[in-house]
């Protein structure tokens, strides 16, 4: 969840940091920012939240102690086989839910205001005490405790805590003859990883799924969200009401793919979504071409953003995680979350970075077909 508010927490306030930005630089300098460094420090400001966990991840991939690495890695080794997709995909709601917070603390009426915007962006530091503290009683997953560690007693504990029931022997004999099999095999490093001919296809993957993810464009509708709606012709007073709308549908289609991924399975989900998403993008670009013409053709290129946000929370917000626990055995799937956690930070950064100058040359219907085309390249990939 603080994945997500940390997404859109800096959307609502973005004229008041760049007028803070413009303000303290006439203070030093006495005169204004033009329009080009001042884009420049605001996508820094934006972006750089993706650039820390890029680098974040590399240690926190080898110790396994990341978002993008443990939560669905966690879900996945203590969730029962019927439940796993459900789990899986449960931190992707919690990150819709965390967006949509972001944007009803950043209505006028609430932290919106100029006033508020520090307090807005330290809003965050509360639930993540809170949740420091309360991690201390989570118990480990029992395929680790078994596996790496070897504790026996202590997997059978956290087994029965998690099913609710004593007799766990049968999950038991599961993962012993899982720790059986991984015997003879030691952890890879992430250059054995991509060496390894076996795993190849699963690595094509996870590079092409995590990749597409982000470049799709979805988390600059999130950090510039009130922008791109400012160009869609959207009444100021409006726009933050429209987002927080589009933030409660994304709530929605999370919890549709939630419910409906055991019985469509991955592949369908991602297919479906990140096609859903480029016929969006390329309507975006057609309604873009019509605006100046059609009266009412902004109101069409509002439903196509929802329409992006809804086909990725459906599917490609959360599957890439969840499959990356799934194809991989226990001694590659660190590698494994290095190499999908790397590239999926890095495209993070570079969307976020990058929007605000398509938008200074005029390019918004370019960027929305180039996304078009990444998401049918990116859906139409070979998933083993």
Same mark, same amino acid.
């Given at each position: 969840?603080?994945?997500?508010?940390?997404?859109?927490?800096?959307?609502?306030?973005?004229? %008041?940091?760049?007028?803070?930005?413009?303000?303290?630089?006439?203070?030093?300098?006495?005169?204004g920012?033009?329009?080009?460094?001042?884009?420049?420090?605001?996508?820094?400001?934006?972006?750089?939240?993706?650039l820390?966990?890029?680098?974040?991840?590399?240690?926190?991939?080898?110790?396994?102690?990341?978002?993008?690495?443990?939560?669905?890695?966690?879900?996945?080794?203590?969730?029962?086989?019927?439940l $796993?997709?459900?789990?899986?995909?449960?931190? *992707?709601?919690?990150?819709?839910?965390?967006?949509?917070?972001?944007?009803?603390?950043?209505?006028?009426?609430?932290l919106?205001?100029?006033?508020?915007?520090?307090?807005?962006?330290? @809003?965050?530091? @509360?639930?993540?005490?809170l949740?420091?503290?309360?991690?201390?009683?989570?118990?480990?997953?029992?395929?680790?405790?078994?596996?790496?560690?070897?504790?026996?007693?202590?997997?059978?504990?956290?087994?029965?805590?998690?099913?609710?029931? %004593?007799?766990?022997?049968?999950?038991?004999?599961?993962?012993?003859?899982?720790?059986?099999?991984?015997?003879?095999?030691?952890?890879?490093?992430?250059?054995?990883?991509?060496?390894? %001919?076996?795993?190849?296809?699963?690595?094509?993957?996870? @590079?092409?799924?995590?990749?597409?993810?982000?470049?799709?464009?979805?988390?600059?509708?999130?950090?510039?969200?009130?922008?791109?709606?400012?160009?869609?012709?959207?009444?100021?007073?409006?726009?933050?009401?429209?987002?927080?709308?589009?933030?409660?549908?994304?709530?929605?289609?999370?919890?549709i793919?939630?419910?409906?991924?055991?019985?469509?399975g $991955?592949?369908?989900?991602l297919?479906?979504?990140?096609?859903?998403?480029?016929?969006?993008?390329?309507?975006?670009?057609?309604?873009?071409?019509?605006? *100046?013409?059609?009266?009412?053709?902004h109101?069409?290129?509002?439903?196509?953003?929802?329409?992006?946000?809804?086909g990725?929370?459906?599917?490609?917000?959360?599957?890439?995680?969840?499959?990356?626990?799934?194809?991989?055995?226990?001694? %590659?799937?660190?590698?494994?979350?290095?190499?999908?956690?790397?590239?999926?930070?890095?495209s993070?950064?570079?969307?976020?970075?990058v929007?605000?100058?398509?938008?200074?040359?005029?390019?918004?219907?370019?960027?929305?077909?180039?996304?078009?085309?990444?998401?049918?390249?990116?859906?139409?990939?070979?998933?083993?």
């Amino acid at each position: 969840m603080l994945y997500g508010f940390n997404l859109a927490v800096v959307n609502s306030p973005a004229v %008041h940091i760049k007028a803070f930005y413009n303000a303290t630089w006439y203070q030093r300098y006495g005169q204004g920012l033009a329009q080009g460094p001042l884009t420049l420090m605001y996508s820094l400001t934006v972006s750089i939240f993706a650039l820390g966990g890029f680098v974040g991840s590399f240690p926190v991939g080898i110790l396994v102690t990341q978002y993008g690495s443990v939560v669905p890695m966690y879900l996945g080794e203590i969730a029962p086989k019927n439940l $796993r997709g459900f789990l899986g995909l449960v931190p *992707s709601i919690f990150i819709c839910l965390g967006i949509f917070s972001a944007q009803v603390l950043g209505l006028p009426e609430l932290l919106g205001e100029d006033a508020y915007w520090p307090l807005f962006l330290s @809003v965050v530091v @509360v639930p993540a005490f809170l949740q420091l503290l309360l991690l201390n009683w989570f118990p480990e997953s029992p395929r680790y405790l078994l596996i790496e560690k070897n504790n026996v007693h202590g997997a059978a504990e956290a087994l029965s805590l998690f099913l609710g029931q %004593h007799n766990v022997q049968d999950t038991i004999a599961e993962i012993e003859e899982e720790k059986r099999s991984l015997a003879s095999v030691k952890a890879v490093s992430v250059w054995q990883l991509l060496s390894d %001919h076996s795993v190849r296809l699963q690595v094509l993957s996870v @590079v092409v799924i995590n990749m597409g993810m982000q470049l799709s464009g979805i988390d600059a509708i999130w950090f510039y969200t009130n922008a791109i709606f400012a160009n869609a012709g959207i009444p100021d007073p409006d726009i933050p009401y429209t987002t927080v709308g589009t933030g409660a549908i994304e709530v929605v289609a999370g919890l549709i793919g939630c419910f409906t991924i055991e019985k469509v399975g $991955r592949r369908s989900l991602l297919v479906v979504g990140f096609c859903f998403m480029g016929i969006c993008c390329a309507g975006i670009t057609l309604s873009l071409v019509l605006q *100046s013409s059609v009266s009412w053709m902004h109101y069409i290129s509002v439903a196509f953003v929802i329409g992006i946000i809804a086909g990725f929370c459906m599917g490609p917000a959360g599957v890439p995680f969840l499959m990356t626990a799934e194809l991989f055995k226990q001694s %590659h799937r660190p590698s494994a979350y290095i190499v999908g956690g790397s590239l999926n930070w890095l495209s993070n950064f570079t969307v976020g970075f990058v929007f605000p100058f398509l938008q200074m040359i005029k390019l918004n219907g370019y960027g929305a077909l180039e996304n078009s085309s990444l998401e049918f390249s990116g859906s139409g990939s070979n998933l083993p």
